[in-house]
Structures are given as structure tokens and as C-alpha cells.
């Protein structure tokens, strides 16, 4: 049987996984080595959201597994020429880049701007604005767009031309989105920050300035698209148009996945040889990921969504008024970020301890917000059940 103790003995410290190690699901329920049975408010972190093993993308992914696994990019497939329009279909966009990953869509965004802004108005037209408190990946150009130490600290020298402003700050902005800016990136749910959502205003000046100044719109939504929030994609119900969006996670439910979404005239610019990656357009990923946006797309199970969100806020507030335990609670669709009151017994880490003692997962953000993002299907019974769970465990650990 596998052990925890084989990860300290085999691999590389960047993780400190739990000391359990899950072997199975199916849907919202995890068991692990020892059998034991956990509710999934976590879905990966925001990835499986369709629930684990979800029976049409077993049989898809089944059925081009005995098709062709890989192609390179000197040849195109049909799964990934369907997923691309399919994409374009169902939102703003005209072409789609595939890549493997969150931060490797980041990366094309950037390149894509970039190589935009140069061709159409010069060499000088190349810096990037970025936002404090973001999440954009661990490459070097997204820990650089991050911006914070704890992620830069001995990477450096980080990629040049990154500018920070503080999210949700609209003084200032006209200095730092000027004639140089080739694009501005922003969630407009910021994930990792505990669910913030972009004020209106601020949305508004950015939309005047990178109009005035020729500067893209780079919409992050690798953890916010696909379904999470209510909309397919986020930025439906942000009143703005976006230039690029990037999507990963939820777009595979698991399978490795990422793409940008462009307009026509944005995508010119990466002529051939300008970009590319092995697996990006793998048939199985691609099956995959169709299947998925197939099914998300759906306007009711968009609608469910936000009753699932409901069920969660009431409940949330009723264990809030019997426990005191959250200064706040965001919500933003099945994305929900609860932030903690910290005692000396109850912080991020001992209730995430109490809640995989109890049978629950849920996840971090920052450092004081529970977050959680379950499968978008969830039934409404483990959704009660496992808010059960994490009123017992936050009780527990009161009386601790
Ligand atoms: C908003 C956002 N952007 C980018 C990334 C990076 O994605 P990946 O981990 O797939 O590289 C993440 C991952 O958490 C994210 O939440």
C-alpha cells in the first residue's frame, strides 16, 4: 500500500499533501487508502466540476482512447477542431489557442498581446498591467504577474514590463494604463484572494482607459470560467468585453486542459511558428474538454448553479449565527470563500485538519478564507451533509 511517507521520500518538497491519499470517487465522494469516506467541496481546486469520474466524459474519453491518443501539431483532430468551434460558438470569441495548463494559457495571452501591440503600434507598446492579490500561475511570467514576494522570492530576475495596482483601486490607474500598455490582465473574481468580485468603477476605468490607451483586455478566468460562477464564463456578467480569456481546470473536469480565447484580429498575429506547445490539441483532452463545455453550457444546469449557491449561503449563515466563526462570507455561483474569525483554536489549518478528521474537503485561500468550490452537480443532500461536517468540525475545535 501506498504512504504518505513515500511522497517525503520520493518527491520534490513544493507540496505538503495530506496524510491520507485518496483512491477512488465518484461524483462528490472521495474514499481513500483506508476506505474512509470524504465529501468534495473542493473539486481538485476547482477543477472536477463535474464531480469525479462523471459517467459521459468516462465513456468519451474511453472512446478516443481507442481512437488516436496523440498527434503533433503538424497535424490537426477532429476533437479539437469541434472543441475549438464549440468555444467560439458559445461565447465572444473567433479563435482558440490550446495549451495543457492555467499558467501555459497565461503565458499565450501574454505572447498574443504582446506580439499584437508590437506588430500594430511598436516595439515600446509591450508593458503588462497586473493587480495585487492576483493568481495567474507558477511560470516565471505569472509569478511575475502575481507580483507578490512570497511568490517571486529567489526566482528572480523576473520577466520585465509587469506593473502592479492594487485591485479594486480606481486612483491611480490613468498612470499606470498608459500609451505603453499593451494589455491590462484581471480576474474578475479573484480566487485565491477569497472570492472578490471587481467593482463596478473600477471595471469602468479600465474598460475607458484601455479603449483610449489601444491596451487589450486579458481575462484570467481559468479558475472562474466553465460554469463556476453561474455564466459559462465570468465576464457575461461583468459588462465588459474582453480581448483575450484564458480557461483551464473546469474545462478538462481533470484532464489536463488550457486555452485562450481571442478575436480574429487580436489572433493574426500569431502567424505560424510564432507559438506552440506538444500537447496542446491533444484528441484526448480535447473529447474531454468538449464533452464538458457541452454539458456546462446547458442553461439549467447553469441555474442550478445558483440555487446550489443558495442552499450554501443559507446554511452558511445559520451555522454563522449559531458559531460566530466567519467575519465574511463571499459568494460568487459555487465558489464561496468563508472568511475565518481566527481564535486561538480555530484557524485556516486546523479547521481544514478537523474537516478531513470529519469526512470533508474544502480548500484554502489566503490565509484566513475557507474556500469552496464543489462539483457544479453536487447533490443538494451532500451539500447539506458536508456543511454539517464543517459546522461540527468548527464547533469541535471552539470547545477545543
Ligand atoms: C486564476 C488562475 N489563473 C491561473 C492559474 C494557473 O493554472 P495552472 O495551475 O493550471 O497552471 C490558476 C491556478 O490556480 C488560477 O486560479
Not at 123 to 129: L, R, S
Not at 285 to 304: D, P
Not at 316 to 327: H, Y
Request: net charge positive.
Amino acid at each position: 500500500m501506498v504512504t504518505r511517507k513515500q511522497f517525503n521520500d520520493y518527491m520534490m518538497p513544493v507540496y505538503n499533501p495530506a496524510h491520507f491519499i485518496p483512491v477512488k470517487a465518484k461524483g462528490s465522494i472521495v474514499w481513500d487508502s483506508k476506505n474512509k469516506k470524504y465529501i468534495d467541496f473542493a473539486s481538485g481546486i476547482a477543477v472536477t466540476s463535474l464531480g469525479h469520474c462523471y459517467p459521459p466524459l468516462v465513456k468519451v474519453l474511453n472512446e478516443q482512447s481507442k481512437k488516436v491518443w496523440h498527434l503533433s501539431n503538424a497535424m490537426t483532430n477532429a476533437p479539437a477542431l469541434n472543441l475549438a468551434k464549440t468555444l467560439c460558438k458559445n461565447t465572444f470569441a473567433d479563435k482558440v489557442f490550446f495549451a495543457n495548463s492555467g499558467a501555459e494559457a497565461m503565458e499565450a495571452a501574454v505572447k498574443t498581446a504582446r506580439k499584437y501591440a508590437n506588430l500594430k503600434y511598436g516595439k515600446n507598446k509591450n508593458e503588462i498591467v497586473a493587480f495585487s492579490d492576483a493568481f495567474h500561475g507558477r511560470t516565471m511570467m505569472t509569478i511575475a504577474l502575481n507580483g507578490s514576494d512570497r511568490m517571486t522570492n529567489g526566482f528572480g530576475p523576473m520577466p520585465a514590463g509587469i506593473n502592479h495596482h492594487p485591485y479594486n483601486e480606481t486612483e491611480g490607474l490613468e498612470k499606470i494604463i498608459n500609451k505603453r500598455t499593451a494589455a491590462v490582465v484581471i480576474e474578475l473574481v479573484q480566487g485565491e484572494a477569497g472570492i472578490i468580485k471587481a467593482k463596478k468603477p473600477f471595471i469602468a476605468k479600465i474598460k475607458k482607459l484601455c479603449k483610449e490607451n489601444n491596451a487589450l483586455i486579458i481575462i484570467d478566468e481559468v479558475q472562474s470560467g466553465v460554469g463556476r460562477t453561474g455564466t459559462l464564463f465570468a465576464y457575461e456578467q461583468f459588462n465588459i468585453k474582453p480581448d483575450i480569456v484564458t480557461s483551464a481546470k473546469g474545462l478538462g473536469n481533470g484532464f489536463p486542459i488550457g486555452a485562450i480565447l481571442t478575436k480574429n484580429h487580436i489572433a493574426e498575429s500569431m502567424q505560424v511558428g510564432t507559438h506552440g506547445t506538444t500537447y496542446g490539441g491533444n484528441p484526448l483532452a480535447c473529447s474531454v474538454a468538449l464533452e464538458v463545455i457541452n454539458t456546462v453550457s446547458k442553461k439549467r444546469l447553469l441555474t442550478n448553479v445558483i440555487k446550489k449557491e443558495k442552499i450554501f449561503i443559507n446554511k452558511l449563515n445559520a451555522i454563522n449565527t449559531n458559531l460566530k466563526c466567519f467575519e465574511r462570507i463571499n459568494t460568487a455561483g459555487l465558489w464561496i470563500g468563508c472568511k475565518l474569525n481566527v481564535t486561538d483554536t480555530v484557524n485556516l489549518d486546523t479547521v481544514l485538519q478537523q474537516c478531513y478528521k470529519n469526512g470533508l474537503m474544502v480548500l484554502k485561500a489566503n490565509n484566513n478564507t475557507i474556500r469552496i468550490a464543489p462539483s457544479l452537480i453536487i447533490e443538494d443532500k451532500l451539500i447539506n451533509s458536508g456543511l454539517d461536517i464543517l459546522e461540527k468540525s468548527i464547533a469541535q475545535l471552539q470547545k477545543a
